[in-house]
Each structure stands twice: as structure tokens, then as C-alpha cells.
């Protein structure tokens, strides 16, 4: 049986030591300030929306969610970017995605500072990432890594394989398992014979968004086996992974809920914080 990644565990320590670092800050008479921006009615933004604001109220953090209505044009979403990278109050600027199909993501996320960029989507952190240099990693991937560490996963020399190629999962997820010294191979919707790498991985990332994608036969025995996947099926939320079956193969393996997305609030709270003791320098 696999040992279980568990992000609830996890993200309750790492909130702990966070919880600490805003009191520094407090001491200093440093506020930490989060800003969400949430454009529309998409159920799903709600639900992380309101996450991400609980998060913040555990730490002590301001947090501040604006919600604007499903026609809002580019402009105005771009004047209160502008406005909000002003704000002294506000340390992290976050556009949740996706946005409504009229609105250019791209666009609006170049908007923010690269220090606010607590999402770590901005082009300038993204090519930080690509190059080697400190930015702000992006929140899911950064948080995978923690998740690995924390459970003691040897990675150094290991092959990783990654299912998905987003700019917010799958590419960045890749560099930073590189970084580590693993092998990586990078899988997408063309790859041929996906079961043929997913077998030879010692690491296996799941960023698809289907249900039930990853099954046994696809895993090397005593692999470490990362579900990112958020699905809905009748209701319940279940990631990539066929988790039951996999749990008796794999070495390691994250439930969902309670396993990436634990640890990407926890590390959107990180990055906050962390821009905070930036501008506290
Ligand atoms: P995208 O839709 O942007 O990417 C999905 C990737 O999966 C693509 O690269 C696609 O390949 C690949 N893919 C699709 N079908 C297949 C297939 N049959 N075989 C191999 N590869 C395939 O999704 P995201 O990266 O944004 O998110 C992935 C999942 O993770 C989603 O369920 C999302 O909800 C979840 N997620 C969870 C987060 C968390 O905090 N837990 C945060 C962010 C995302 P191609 O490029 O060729 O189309």
C-alpha cells in the first residue's frame, strides 16, 4: 500500500510556519495584503476564491476578493491591475482563471508587477523559472515539490514523467523536478504510447483533468504518483488518478481533494507573505 501524500497534513505545518512569519512582519509593523480578482460567475472561481480568502484569515493576512461582473472590459480590468499595484496595502495580486472568452489572460496578467505576481504567471517570473533565476514560482507546481519533499521522495537522478504541458502546470512542474536533478519527460494529448513512459516513472505527475486517467497498469511499482487533476463526476470532486487501484502499486500517492490543492493555497499564502518581507526590506 502506497504511502499517502497528504496535503492536509501538510499545508496545517506549513500554515503554522507562515502563521509565524506574518507576526514578524506585524511586529515590524509590516501588514501582509492579498488582492483576488474575480471576473464573473464560474462556480468553480467561487470555490477557490473563498478558499484562498479563508487562508488568508487563518494567517492574518488582509485579503481583499473584487468581483466583477461577467461583461467587464479589458480596460477596466487592466485600470484596477494598475490601481492595485499601487496600493501599499496589497502585497500579491491575483487574477483567478479563467477568465470570461472576451478578456485577454495574457494581457492582464503582464498587468501586474512581476513582485505582486504571487500566482508566479507573469512572463518575467515565468522566464525566471525557464532560466534559473529567483522569481516567484507559480503556486501548484511549487507546491508539488514541497509535497515531495516533505515525504521524503528521492528525486535527485530519478525518472519523472509528467502527464499535461500547461504554462501553469505541466511545463513549470517539469523544470522545477529538473532542477532537482530528475529525469523528465514531458507527456501531452500526442504523446505515443503514454502507458510506455508513465511505466518507467519514478515520479509521475498527473495534470490532465480526467477523471480516472491514470490507472494501475500505467504505474511502475513503488513509484511516487502526484494527482493534480480537479474533476467533478456526479458531484464529488476526483482527480486523474484512479486512486484505489493505484494505491496498491504506487510507492507514494496524493489524494484528491485534500492534496495539490491544499498545498497551492498553501504556497499562494508563501508567496504572499514572501513579497511581503520583500517590500519590508
Ligand atoms: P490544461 O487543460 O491546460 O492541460 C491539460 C494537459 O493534458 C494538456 O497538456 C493536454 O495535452 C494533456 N492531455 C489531454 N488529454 C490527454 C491525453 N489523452 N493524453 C495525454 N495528455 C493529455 O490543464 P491544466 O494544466 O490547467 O490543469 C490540469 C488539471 O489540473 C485540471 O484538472 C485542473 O483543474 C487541475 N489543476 C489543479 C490545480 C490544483 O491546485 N490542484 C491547479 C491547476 C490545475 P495537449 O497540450 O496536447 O492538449
Redesign the pocket.
Known sequence: MAVLMDGRIMAAQLMEGLKERVNVLKEKGVGVGLAVILVGEDPASQVYVRNKGKACEELGIHSETIRLPEETSQQALEALIDQLNQDDRIDGILVQLPLPRHLNEAQALRKIIPEKDVDGFHIENAGKLFTGQQGVVA??PK?IMHMLKEAKVPLSGRHAVV????N???KPIAMLLLDENCTVTI?????QD?PGHTRQADILVA????AG?VTADMVKPGAAVVD????RVNGKVVG?VDFEAVEKVAGYISP?PG???K??IGMLMENTIEAAERKAK
Not at 502527464?163 to 500547461?166: C, L, W, Y
Not at 495534470?207 to 480526467?210: D, F, P
Open positions: 503556486c501548484t507546491g502527464i499535461g504541458r500547461s501553469i502546470v505541466g507527456c501531452h494529448s500526442r504523446t503514454l495534470a490532465v483533468g480526467r486517467f493534480v487533476g480537479i474533476n486523474d484528491v492534496g495539490v490543492g498545498m497551492t
